[in-house]
């Protein structure tokens, strides 16, 4: 790929999830494996154990630019979709990988025994798949494209998601540092405050402006955090001005 950096999504599967019976850790997670690379998540998606759904899912990002983490789904039980539903929205038949194969007769034959063919059949990738190396048992996930599907075990997930940015995707490492900050508005409004927030990003073009109203409680009074996100130079001059506005409208601050 090119020194570009692409924009980052998650997909999440699982009824588990979507019943709330398993409470997610992925999406905390990702967030934090990207964040030590320099790089963001631009979206995720829950999507319970349904083929249709998540195959249109997968027709709709495959055909995006977009880097995409899918997390979950890639086993051989009945309510495991996910290498159907992403040969079916490329538009691909399932094969066994060669690379696959090889790893899981490896794993097998370190348990001194032959796979049966349900569990060869855990390498049957949409065709033109690359295998993710599993450091936990060998059982591979697949990238196909930018692509990447990992299953939703987290001691096996979390070190073939840094294998995949790691090895494809160091060069968009820290490519765009990032700086934050913010202030506490005591008993500020966001309507109050619409103006002022637009008014920044006019004056300083790229800083995203961000609002996080908290209604108070019988410990802290209602206030917003109230601040700037975007190139490290320009945060402090954008934050001033986010200061000298909120005296100006008649509020109270405290820093963060």
């Not at 399932?94 to 034959?109: G, Q, S, Y």
């Not at 601040?227 to 945060?235: D, F, I, K, S, W």
Request: with cysteine.
């Amino acid at each position: 790929m090119s020194g570009a950096m692409k924009g980052i999504g998650a997909i999440i599967i699982g009824d588990e999830i979507t019943l709330g019976r398993r409470v997610d850790k992925h999406f905390q997670k990702l967030v934090e494996i990207l964040a030590v690379r320099g790089l963001v998540l631009d979206w995720a998606l829950y999507i319970g154990d349904d083929r249709e759904r998540l195959t249109g899912a997968l027709k709709r990002t495959l055909a995006s630019e977009d880097i995409v983490f899918s997390f979950g789904g890639i086993g051989n039980t009945p309510d495991d979709h996910t290498r159907q539903a992403a040969a079916a929205a490329a538009g691909v038949e399932l094969k066994l990988h060669p690379d696959a194969e090889r790893e899981i007769r490896a794993r097998f034959a370190e348990l001194k025994t032959e796979p049966t063919d349900l569990q060869l059949a855990l390498g049957n990738f949409p065709d033109g798949s690359r295998i993710i190396p599993n450091p936990y048992n060998r059982i591979p996930g697949f990238s196909l494209g930018d692509h990447h599907f990992v299953p939703g075990f987290p001691q096996m997930a979390w070190p073939m998601i840094e294998w995949v940015l790691d090895s494809a995707y160091s060069r968009c490492f820290h490519q765009h540092p990032t700086g934050e900050a913010g202030i506490l508005v005591w008993q500020g409004s966001e309507g109050a405050l619409i103006s002022l927030m637009r008014q920044i990003e006019v004056d300083f073009p790229g800083v995203k402006v961000f609002s996080l109203p908290f209604l108070g409680s019988n410990e802290v009074e209602r206030h917003i955090e109230l601040g700037v996100r975007g190139a490290p130079e320009q945060v402090p001059p954008a934050m001033e001005g986010i200061r000298r506005g909120v005296v100006a409208l008649g509020f109270t601050f405290d820093e963060k």
